[in-house]
């Protein structure tokens, strides 16, 4: 990999991070495509390409869900980067070729117009790798290991995205396993330790229960509350073999203002989930009337997500996962959406004015652990009105 290009993420941040985060040696900067020059003389070459995320726990049927999307006609360009961790039905006509302890990734074009690889790795590499046929793709879908905790990957484009990278997130697509998810979404982790295949479905914006065939209707029914009671907003599919129409996965904006009209109908319609008394990840949301300031609002997030400091009844620290919300800032005229994954948040103003007779509001949802309701309502009531002095 050319050492030439890299650049740290420092500078011109939309996604907000912590320091920690910042430094995090762990976390693998992109390599910003070299594109200068081509960019003004090329049209719609200035167009950043989407990353699709696709999670889920070992054996779900991500690698299925990919060569179905890699075999299937459909006039879209896709890039598809393929985890060869477990044995699957993966592609086996790619390459991946270690050389001095490096990973080369060969990129395959099939006859659909797609290309191709798999590889070893989180696969931030492989697409490193792939910007060098920019032109050739339209879209990028991602493979993460069963294991691998999908925010950390997810936070790494968030935050690349701003920094004149080509490339953006689009969404978090989980598959769960019918068969197998209600026992790895249940399953008791010491404490301190998160369930991953619960931590997937927290994160995702998109769930696919995939092989229905091998369940009843009332083991899927299970499967479907537990995934519904981990996470209230997201969109669940049912599928066999992984077979899902492609535009249910594609173009989710999820990380965008232009999600904010969709987001708005979910918290509108979103029932608050029963409180449970377990350990696991739950949904909350609240509402909260009025107009608030943005440093306050920017207070409140960075003391649940950077501090810590937000607790619940027995002492317990509240972790959220994901956060997601519309707001009514002070001096804006349009609703602002909130989005965080783990300790990267965002506020963007979207296209939806708010109408004059409206009363303006601000709804939150959180997933995470430890949560609670009440609390969090309160403590954000409390943050919101105290008289922060403004410079
Ligand atoms: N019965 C049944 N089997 C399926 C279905 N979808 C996938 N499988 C099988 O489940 C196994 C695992 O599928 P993969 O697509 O490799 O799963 P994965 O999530 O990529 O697995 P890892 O990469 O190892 O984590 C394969 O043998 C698939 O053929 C389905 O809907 N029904
Ligand atoms: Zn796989």
Redesign the pocket.
């Known amino acids: 990999m050319p050492a030439a290009g890299r650049r740290r993420v420092t500078r011109r941040l939309r996604a907000v991070a912590p320091r920690s985060h910042m430094e995090d040696e762990d976390c693998p900067d992109l390599v910003p495509i070299d594109v200068g020059i081509v960019q003004d003389s090329e049209p719609g070459s200035g167009r950043k390409i989407p990353v699709t995320i696709i999670t889920?726990?070992?054996?779900?049927?991500?690698?299925?869900?990919?060569?179905y999307i890699l075999t299937e006609q459909h006039s879209k360009r896709i890039a598809v980067i393929l985890?060869?961790?477990?044995?699957?039905?993966?592609l086996e006509k790619s390459l991946a070729i270690s050389q001095g302890g490096e990973l080369y990734e060969e990129w395959l074009e099939l006859r659909n117009g797609c290309l191709c690889c798999s590889v070893k790795d989180n696969g931030v590499k492989a697409i490193e790798n792939l910007m060098q046929k920019r032109g050739k793709f339209d879209y990028i879908l991602l493979?993460t290991?069963?294991l691998a905790d999908p925010g950390a990957v997810a936070s790494m484009f968030w935050v690349d995205s701003e920094l004149g990278s080509d490339i953006y997130l689009d969404g978090i697509v989980s598959?769960v396993?019918?068969?197998h998810g209600l026992q790895h979404l249940t399953e008791e982790k010491p404490e301190g330790l998160v369930n991953e295949a619960a931590r997937q479905v927290a994160l995702a914006d998109l769930i696919i229960i995939?092989?229905?065939?091998?369940v009843s209707g009332e083991e899927l029914n299970k499967v479907r509350a537990s995934v519904r009671s981990i996470n209230g907003l997201v969109k669940i599919l049912e599928?066999?073999?992984?077979r899902v129409d492609l535009s249910n996965v594609l173009d989710l904006h999820a990380f965008d203002s232009l999600s904010g009209i969709s987001l708005q109908k979910k918290l509108e319609n979103m029932k608050t989930a029963h409180a449970h008394l377990d350990k696991g990840i739950v949904t909350v949301t609240f509402e909260v009337l009025g107009n608030i300031k943005e440093e306050n609002l920017n207070l409140f997030i960075q003391n649940l997500l950077w501090e810590k400091n937000v607790k619940d009844k027995t002492g317990r620290t509240m972790d959220v996962i994901r956060l997601k919300g519309l707001v009514s800032i002070q001096g804006k005229s349009h609703q602002v959406i909130v989005q965080g994954v783990h300790e990267l948040y965002d506020l963007e103003e979207t296209a939806v004015a708010w109408k004059e007779d409206e009363k303006r509001t601000n709804r939150l949802v959180l997933i995470g652990r430890n949560l609670n309701k009440e609390i969090i309502k309160e403590v954000f009531i409390e943050t919101v009105s105290e008289k922060h002095e403004s410079s």
């Open positions: 889920g726990y070992l054996g779900a049927g991500k690698t299925t869900l990919l060569n985890n060869e961790f477990g044995e699957g039905s993966a493979e290991t069963g598959v396993d019918a068969k995939n092989k229905t065939d091998l599928t066999q073999r992984s």
